[in-house]
């Protein structure tokens, strides 16, 4: 069945998913929904150094809002915030150090920006993909660590301040590889059998799908959704995916055309006015499953998964300073 999923998904991903896909989509986009002001408004923007993050931290910050860019380097982050400073002529740009790999530095982040700052729209951007099994220094596999449990802590700790917030939202950058996989909540880290670090990052964003979905349920006052961007030429691609990019490279979308459904996600009017939960492409909602793929999973394994990352997350909460 999984040569079936992966051929299906790449023959999609061909159609669908390249800069020819984009331009075809974009020919149905109304303008109007990204020519908004959003001054006065906050975004949070994790893996905002590079490729979509900053694009769209760029997108937003020319339409007046508010950016605060979530970094693991200290250099890169006073870079990216000086281009997008230079670029926009928008001096409401902050940066922030955290590892989304490590849970202890996310919650006790969390916990000053909640007394600082106020929050309405979350993007969880950051994510890895390492081909190779490595454990942080918490004993996490990296992958499962950034993609998966860093996005469930930074949201979960975020939500009290989204709550306060008038038209809050949250959108978590995913992946059109998500549709190859059936959520397996036996093997979260990917110990068992051979590692496959393509696989584990597809696993990984089929997680943060459930995870959208499962939220959407439980926190009705704020509007979630999860994207694919397509492929896009990003630092990411190039580095974890050589030979899929030199295949590929010719046919990549551009950054800005990756981060253009999210900044519609976080911007637009027309967003809002979906249901909360959705998986979305091109500024529209698409299944979440391939036509007989069998990666439907059954409610008890999605409530699992909360479960199992509702434990990790009180862990590392309580050993962490301060919290």
């Not at 220094?137 to 950034?146: C, M, R, S, Y």
């Not at 696993?203 to 439980?218: S, Y």
Request: with cysteine.
């Amino acid at each position: 069945m999984s040569w079936y999923r992966n051929t299906v998904w790449f023959v999609k991903g061909l159609r669908e998913y390249t800069r020819g896909g984009y331009e075809s989509a974009s020919k149905r986009f109304d303008p109007a929904d990204v020519e908004v002001d959003v001054a006065g408004r906050s975004f949070l923007v994790t893996g905002a150094n590079s490729g979509i993050g900053k694009a769209t931290a760029k997108e937003i910050a020319r339409r007046g809002g508010t950016v605060h860019l979530v970094c693991r380097n200290k250099e890169r982050a006073e870079v990216a915030k000086e281009e997008i400073v230079t670029e926009t002529g928008n001096q409401n740009i902050f940066w922030h150090i955290v590892d989304i790999s490590n849970p202890k530095e996310i919650w006790k982040f969390a916990e000053k920006f909640q007394n600082e700052h106020k929050l309405n729209v979350l993007i969880n951007n950051a994510g890895c993909m390492v081909n190779n099994r490595e454990l942080t220094e918490d004993g996490l596999e990296k992958n499962f660590a950034t993609n998966t449990l860093g996005t469930y802590i930074m949201t979960t700790a975020l939500v009290p301040l989204l709550e306060k917030a008038a038209d809050a939202r949250v959108i978590t950058v995913s992946s059109g590889g998500m549709l190859v996989q059936k959520l397996n909540v036996s093997d979260l880290q990917s110990g068992n059998g051979p590692f496959d670090g393509t696989m584990v990052y597809a696993q990984n964003k089929r997680q943060q799908v459930v995870l959208t979905e499962q939220w959407a349920k439980t926190y009705r006052n704020i509007h979630f959704s999860v994207m694919h961007p397509g492929w896009a030429d990003t630092p990411a691609v190039r580095s974890s995916m050589p030979d899929f990019y030199e295949r590929m490279k010719n046919s990549l979308r551009t950054e800005a055309q990756g981060a253009d459904t999210v900044l519609w996600l976080a911007v637009s009017a027309e967003a809002t006015k979906l249901p909360s939960g959705l998986f979305f492409q091109d500024r529209q909602p698409v299944p979440t499953h391939l036509p007989l793929a069998y990666t439907h999973s059954p409610p008890e394994d999605e409530e699992k998964l909360m479960e199992m990352l509702e434990e990790f997350s009180r862990k590392f909460k309580s050993v962490s300073p301060g919290i």
